[in-house]
């Protein structure tokens, strides 16, 4: 049985749908309310169906604190040597601007939604009447959020980065009790950028399979070939960040999407989504008149009525309008029943 399609504003997402991709600004904006609305314009222009921001505070997120476990000291690390206060203080997108990010975007047909942090995130999420969440792998066992949003009824997109079977488990089952009808889960690779070897994506139709729910891809890896791999198998959305040009910086900058880039991946994702078609075997309709092209038998120099057919005057070749090359050693050593001439299909009434 198909499961039916899931709506999100007037979009709706399912195997029965080109994906749905979300193109993620984060914190690329770089504290500018003018740079956060032209990278809404360009996504909009790549036909990215969806522009998804975060909600959040450095309060709601962390402490003021640049010692210990507060210090990012990893040297991997692309935000090494800062504090996590002050990597949200950069990052975060100010919740004044919300509004008028979301109102661009709806004007120019997009779908924009948010990822809440906490629970008064949520609440002033409500009131700009968002169509749909989104969990980020950093909270997807942080249980009283999941419960918070799933009690809006809207549907929830969840990332699963770092999760186990068991953590997603407890998730889902939280999420489906507090409300939420509408899940999709997404396989993500916490990893900031990610590898290809550490992506994993055929954990997609399992994830599907063992929870029973629409499964996409939330992509860190660079390039679009990951994420048009993962339509192969069942990702109905894909979610990827995004950026005006990589080389102007910003906390996200380094493993986001350029314009060019995400157009591609529109277009790419797309055309997956349509190859992938159904179990056939046979021509198709549009392959049927190729069936003439065929390599069959053909006479290839005069003969005469009566005369043997041998390797030197029957020869397998294209068009296929004669018999097909499969009955050769059949047609050799019969006779012809009338003269033929060089380039005349063979055909069964030919020979005696």
């Known amino acids: 049985m198909t499961k039916a399609n899931i709506q999100v504003g007037h979009r709706q997402i399912g195997l029965g749908q080109p994906p749905f991709v979300i193109a993620e600004m984060s914190g690329n ?12 314009e360009a996504a909009a222009k790549t036909g990215a169906h969806a522009l998804k921001i975060q909600t959040y505070t450095p309060d709601t997120m962390t402490l003021d604190l640049d010692e210990r ?23 975060y997108t100010p919740w004044e601007w919300h509004k008028p990010i979301f109102d661009r975007a ?13 629970s008064t995130s949520v609440d002033f999420l409500e009131t700009l009447d968002v169509d749909v969440y989104k969990i980020a792998s950093f909270e997807n066992t942080d249980i009283p959020l999941i419960r918070k949003v799933a009690a ?35 396989k993500c690779t916490s990893t900031y950028p990610a590898t290809p070897e550490n992506t994993n994506i055929l954990s997609i139709p399992h994830m599907r399979q063992l929870f029973d729910c629409e499964v996409g891809l939330s992509d860190h ?23 005006l040009n990589r080389a102007d910086g910003g906390v996200d900058s380094t493993f986001s999407m350029e314009p060019a880039e995400m157009n591609q991946l529109v277009i790419e994702s797309a ?18 008149k190729s069936q003439q092209f065929r ?39 019969m006779q012809v029943s009338k003269s033929v001439k060089r380039g005349t299909a063979l055909t069964w009434h030919l020979l005696k």
């Open 106 to 118: 709806r004007e120019l047909g997009m779908i924009p939604f948010s990822t809440p942090f906490d």
């Open 29 to 40: 904006h770089n504290q500018s309310l003018e740079r956060a609305l032209e990278i809404v």
């Open 69 to 91: 476990e507060f210090h990012i000291s990893d040297p991997k690390s692309l935000w090494s040597g800062t504090s996590l206060y002050k990597l949200y203080g950069e990052a």
């Open 221 to 243: 890896t660079m390039g679009i070939g990951v994420s048009v791999a993962s339509v192969a198998l069942g990702a109905t959305v894909i979610e990827k960040h995004f950026t």
């Open 271 to 288: 055309r997956a989504w349509q190859a992938l078609g159904k179990v056939s075997y046979g021509p198709t309709d549009a392959e049927k």
């Open 152 to 186: 809006t009824g809207k549907p929830m997109i969840i990332s699963t980065g770092m999760a186990t079977a068991a953590e997603i488990d407890e998730t889902v089952r939280a999420a489906r009790e507090a409300g939420c009808k509408n899940l999709i889960l997404l």
């Open 295 to 333: 390599r069959s038998l053909y006479v290839t120099r005069d003969i005469e009525k009566g005369e043997i057919l041998t390797v030197d005057n029957v020869r397998a070749i294209r068009p296929g309008l004669g018999i097909p090359t499969k009955y050769t050693e059949i047609v050799l050593g």
